[in-house]
């Protein structure tokens, strides 16, 4: 298979899909790799890396899209790529559909195979391409609210661990996922005083366990929320519903009962964001403000740590990337029921629930797209 690794055109995204490492992979194992020049620089990885693990450098994106099977990314189509969607590619990348009907119907319009990392499910329900990009957002968003928490940059003066004879931050955070438990790590460290919210007691008896210092936890529910928001410095929403737009859990009356120079970071927003005051921003503007509170919501948060990014990312995909160029997509998805939660659309139609369900539009069961196996058919 002809894999294409494009350089990624969202705004100061310096991630890139696959590592030299990679590339060494998927061509010991018979594969030809496309690298668009320039691709890895953001990360450190300069093309004559590529060049030595056995890639083929090409010049623009363009080609990069037209001559590969299957593209490898790291962000979503933005629309300047749309022109390179065609019949049969198969894209591999985070997509975040539920959040995007432009990009969904344009996927079905030019029946493109959607792999999307952050909908790969285990049976267990856990997420392994979602997960470290979780576990960098939430600590991130720490050290990003601890930022924006000083005076100059717009927040209240607060020193996010007190000193002595003076009272710490206090840290809500919405959801007690990954990212929730990445960041509650990350503010106990510093000696914030923190406040979980979750809607499952057995994972907040779980994080009560293995969490120690100022940490609280508190069921979530409307009224623990507002009540929680209304006296935090920080807010932090890593809420998640797999595939599906994130729950809106902080009204627009909530956050204006916060007080001023107060921080919201919202890192469900790649999903629509669960704070109703949110809307997407960049690394280039990452924040406003909204009734005095200051809002951090740049989509693509891990991007700008792209090293430590690509290389935790890449540590999860390549196995999945590498089983659907040896076996083709057919086969990959039939072995592995994981890999096939993941396909958001399959020959012009939605084979996600929570995707077609964003936007009213049918959904179809992959297994009903797929022409049955040879096994199969000697089996009837």
């Known amino acids: 298979m002809i894999i294409g690794v494009p350089k990624e055109v969202k705004v100061q995204e310096e991630r890139v899909a696959v590592t030299p490492h990679g590339v060494r992979e998927f061509v010991r194992h018979g594969h030809q790799v496309l690298v668009e020049q320039g691709a890895g620089v953001g990360s ?120 002595a004879g003076v009272s710490a931050a206090n840290v809500v955070i919405l959801g007690g996922g990954i990212v929730g438990t990445n960041a509650a790590q990350m503010a106990l460290g510093l000696g914030a005083n923190v406040t979980l919210l979750d809607i499952n007691v057995d994972r907040l008896r779980f994080l009560e366990q293995i969490l120690h210092g100022r940490f609280h936890t508190l069921m979530s529910n409307q009224q623990h929320i507002a009540d929680a928001v209304e006296q935090a410095d920080v807010v932090i929403s890593g809420v998640l519903i797999p595939g599906a737009r994130a729950p809106r859990l902080v009204t627009r009356e909530m956050v204006a009962s916060m007080r001023r ?73 039939r072995r592995d029921p994981a890999l096939a939660r993941g396909v958001n659309t399959y020959q012009g139609k939605v084979t996600h629930p929570s995707v077609a369900s964003a936007f009213g539009l049918p959904y179809t069961p992959l297994e009903t797209l797929l022409a049955p196996s040879p096994e199969q058919v000697s089996a009837s």
């Open 44 to 163: 450190g990885f300069p093309d004559r890396e590529y060049v030595a693990a056995g890639a083929t450098i090409v010049p623009t994106a363009a080609d990069v899209w037209a001559q590969a099977e299957m593209i490898m990314k790291v962000k979503e189509p933005i629309p300047a790529e749309y022109p390179y969607l065609r019949p049969g590619l198969v894209l591999f990348t985070y997509l975040h559909l539920a959040a995007d009907e432009a990009l969904t119907r344009t996927l079905l319009d030019r029946q493109v195979t959607a792999i999307a990392y952050e909908t790969v499910q285990l049976a267990d329900g856990s997420l392994p391409l979602l997960a470290p990009m979780s576990e960098v957002a939430g600590r991130l968003a720490v050290q990003v609210a601890a930022y924006y928490l000083m005076r100059p940059h717009g927040g209240r003066g607060v020193l996010l661990g007190g000193v």
């Open 261 to 333: 120079g107060s921080v919201i970071v919202d890192v469900s927003i790649d999903q629509g964001g669960s704070i109703e005051t949110s809307r997407p921003t960049t690394h280039a503007d990452p924040v406003y403000e909204e009734y005095g509170v200051v809002h951090y919501c740049v989509t693509n948060m891990p991007g700008s740590v792209p090293r430590t990014s690509t290389f935790a990312l890449s540590n999860v995909t390549l196995s999945y990337g590498l089983k659907l160029a040896d076996l083709g997509v057919v086969e990959a998805v």
